[in-house]
């Protein structure tokens, strides 16, 4: 069975430094497809960036980078010049059949 | 605005009671999903449907039912509602040709069961 960990409960940055959210994935699959999703105090979920396990680099999505290392099975979320409105819980996800199976989330606070 | 619409977005009601849940996918897109988010379960995957046809089920209960409409709107049914089924229900979809699978989340409806 598919399994994501995310082991940071809650994350401290302050605005304009960089911070990772790590993320690590158990699969048999040798194709799969891991996102992450940020819900901020509000509660939506918002789509942040989608990595292939056959894409040969890494995912860039504005101030988003994934760093994806198949063999460690990681794929951490890197943010650049954190800003306040980062704050938010952070999820990983992994395709799992037709559905998103969701690692529990880190909580990130970005402070002035 | 990822596109897609759910209502209502907050719901109270008693335990015992029956509610349902709308969701519109975005435009075009034919899949629809319907997650779950408790504090003690986190997010969980309860059913899809694909152009009117359940493609697959998660962990739903059996007194939670859905279905999709001819005009791709989806309606998530929960009935004899238990203090339990508190939790933020979210409706996604997924556009077809799209090679990544991404799913784009409604804004979710919040249930509270009193």
């Known amino acids: 069975a598919q399994k994501i960990t995310q082991t940071q409960p809650g994350m401290f940055v302050q605005e304009k430094e960089a911070v990772t959210l790590d993320c690590t994935y158990d699969?048999?699959?040798?194709?799969?497809?891991l996102f992450w999703y940020k819900q901020p105090s509000s509660g939506e979920m918002i789509f942040l960036i989608y990595q292939g396990s056959y894409d040969e680099q890494n995912a860039t999505e504005g101030r988003y980078s994934l760093n994806f290392q198949k063999a460690r099975k990681s794929a951490n979320l890197v943010i650049s010049a954190s800003q306040l409105g980062d704050s938010a819980m952070y999820f990983c996800?992994?395709?799992?059949?037709?559905?998103?199976?969701f690692g529990k989330g880190t909580s990130l606070l970005v402070t002035p | 605005d990822s596109g897609v619409t759910q209502t209502p977005k907050h719901l109270i009601t008693a335990t015992g009671q029956r509610v349902t849940l709308r969701c519109s996918p975005r435009?075009?897109?034919?899949?629809v999903y319907w997650y779950q988010q408790s504090l003690d379960q986190g997010l969980q995957f309860l059913i899809q449907?694909?152009?009117?046809?359940?493609?697959a089920k998660g962990n739903i209960l059996e007194r939670f039912s859905a279905q999709q409409f001819p005009d791709l709107h989806s309606e998530l049914n929960l009935s004899s509602l238990e203090l339990g089924d508190s939790a933020l229900y979210f409706c996604a979809s997924r556009p077809d040709r799209e090679v990544t699978d991404t799913q784009y989340f409604g804004p979710g409806t919040r249930l509270t069961v009193l």
């Open positions: 435009s075009g897109d034919l899949s």
């Open positions: 699969t048999s699959d040798q194709s799969y497809g």
């Open positions: 449907y694909y152009n009117g046809e359940e493609r």
């Open positions: 996800a992994m395709k799992s059949g037709y559905a998103l199976n």
